[in-house]
């Protein structure tokens, strides 16, 4: 008996032996190669690959249409299974383990019959940086006090949205980028501007999957600037440091590119690849500071978080400012990201400013101004509040305020009722610009921000936008068809195009638009002083805070 079960013991032993060397050289005798690249893969993840949600701009799976890992992937719209689909379905359950991708791994798909294959995301470099061949795209020339970019044609590159997966590129152009009839973009792809990985776009009802990469050529416009120079103020192996004029934004945003501080200083003092140490409103004017490298990037803004700068702007405002201190703590409130306009309120951010009134001349008053915080449009949003707004600011002192222009947090009207007065006032004045707005802004509305009664109502926005060439001083020289348009693509199609500054297919180009004045592009608010541990930089006080400025 005993001998019975000793013998039971050998055998039943032996097999498990058996059994797991005979597992263990299955899923590891295999698995060599897949382990290798998992870890090449990861060495690139941490080289600066983003995952596919991070290349998507989406975070969640969820939000992207992403399956949980492990469940097979639905076939998209009109796709047909691939020819003996079934059969593998129906294999033994030994086979469809051994064939699974173990954790962690995406499962490479060679594409069923007929189905389009997306390539895997390039490999992105992290951090923003421009060299010679993006300040090459085109030139800056000088008219009527303004610096001004001779149009260009620019490639927009983005990675499908996790919102557009499943839809078809008609479906995405036609409810996300209004700005342009359908017909523009059909004209489009027939000149060859549209690419879906790198390969010419045939038809707009091509269905985008995961990581689909989409590149768009456009013949680009933008406004113009103040001529005058960005100045350097200081220069070290550290940092660089300038004194930004007015009406430049500090790095391309919107419409804006070329006519920015990063590209002026690129293309004309050859310094490159700065990290910005702070921002400035395109309006404002003064001390801008920018790292050379991104460790000492790091190190000042970690001085920034740990509250060891101290910035001082001056401004003029209107009316008799106190003579004594004035501290406001009023929270603020982002009304609208896409117009930029904030409010105090109960709900916003906690901020501190304090001012001090430096001069009055009898009609207004010049204010020195030191922010204890870092919010949106903060010295600005106070001054409002206090009954004393910039003089020529072009948001904060406007009558689509009301009656007081914010006086107190007084605001009798909804943000809906005060976007579309601003909007409409700006129209009016021929300065859409002044809220980094363009007509074709108008057209699919302004969704955003922080509730949803801050979103334009769609009644007035087609209003505005029917008016919008009208009532910003542009002129349309001459119609187009766009069906019978010539297809010249420029760069798109590779034809050498010595003229690139008119194109068949761009709105833009048959608008005459009416040119500011340089002093509409300065607001009377400057960055006067920055100080942290080891460093203090000044820039002049401008003309306008003198104590003999006179208002014309």
Not at 231 to 248: G, Q
Not at 352 to 361: A, C, W
Request: glycine content about 10%; some cysteine.
């Amino acid at each position: 008996m005993w001998l019975g079960g000793r013998l039971w013991l050998q055998v039943s032993g032996q097999v498990c032996i058996d059994l797991r060397r005979l597992t263990f050289d299955r899923t590891w005798g295999g698995r060599r190669g897949p382990m290798a690249e998992t870890l090449s893969t990861g060495a690139e993840t941490a080289s600066g690959l983003g995952a596919p949600a991070q290349q998507n701009g989406d975070a969640g799976g969820d939000a992207r249409g992403e399956q949980p890992p492990g469940r097979p992937e639905p076939a998209g719209p009109g796709v047909e299974p691939a020819p003996g689909d079934a059969t593998q379905a129906a294999r033994s359950g030994e086979q469809a383990a051994t064939a699974a991708p173990g954790p962690g791994k995406r499962k490479k798909r060679r594409g069923a019959t007929g189905e389009r294959v997306v390539p895997p995301p390039k490999k992105r470099r992290a951090g923003v940086s421009f060299g010679d061949e993006h300040f090459a795209e085109t030139s800056y020339y000088f008219e009527g006090g303004l610096r001004k970019v001779r149009p260009y044609y620019f490639d927009f590159r983005t990675y499908c949205k996790g919102r557009w997966v499943g839809h078809s590129l008609l479906h995405v152009f036609s409810t996300e980028f209004r700005a342009q009839p359908l017909a523009y973009y059909e004209a489009a792809v027939r000149a060859g501007r549209l690419h879906l990985n790198e390969e010419p776009v045939q038809d707009l009802s091509v269905v985008l999957k995961d990581n689909d990469f989409l590149r768009n050529t456009v013949h680009r416009h933008e406004p113009p600037v103040t001529a005058e120079p960005v100045r350097l103020l200081a220069e070290n192996e550290d940092v660089v440091v300038v004194d930004k004029p007015s009406s430049i934004p500090v790095h391309p945003c919107g419409r804006f590119r070329h006519n920015t501080v990063i590209f002026i200083l690129g293309k004309e003092h050859q310094l490159k690849e700065l990290h910005p140490l702070h921002r400035l409103d395109r309006l404002t004017s003064g001390v801008l500071m920018f790292a050379k490298t991104a460790a000492v990037s790091e190190r000042i803004h970690e001085q920034v978080r740990d509250r060891q700068l101290e910035k001082e702007y001056m401004c003029r405002v209107e009316g008799e400012f106190p003579a004594e201190e004035v501290t406001c703590k009023e929270p603020i409130l982002v009304v609208s990201y896409k117009v930029g306009v904030c409010r105090v309120d109960p709900r916003g951010k906690p901020c501190e400013t304090v001012f001090q009134r430096l001069s009055y001349n009898g009609h207004s008053s010049v204010v020195r101004c030191r922010p204890l915080t870092g919010r949106t449009h903060q010295i600005r949003v106070h001054l409002q509040f206090l009954g004393h707004p910039i003089l020529n600011d072009p948001i904060y002192n406007s009558i689509a305020w009301g009656p007081s222009r914010g006086r107190g947090g007084h605001i009798p009207k909804t943000d809906e009722e005060l976007l579309r007065d601003l909007v409409a006032e700006h129209q009016a004045k021929q300065s859409l610009d002044a809220l980094d707005l363009c007509e074709g802004d108008l057209s699919p509305g302004l969704p955003d921000s922080t509730a949803p009664s801050s979103e334009l109502g769609k009644n007035c926005l087609g209003e505005l936008a029917a008016s919008a060439q009208k009532m910003d001083g542009a002129v349309e020289a001459g119609p187009q068809d766009l069906a019978t348009a010539p297809l010249a693509s420029g760069k798109a199609t590779g034809i050498d195009v010595v003229d690139q500054e008119t194109d068949p297919l761009c709105a833009e180009c048959r608008l005459v638009r009416q040119d500011p004045l340089p002093q509409d592009l300065v607001m009377f608010l400057h960055a006067l002083r920055y100080k942290g541990p080891g460093f203090e930089y000044f820039s002049p006080m401008p003309a306008w805070a003198q104590d003999d400025w006179q208002e014309d």
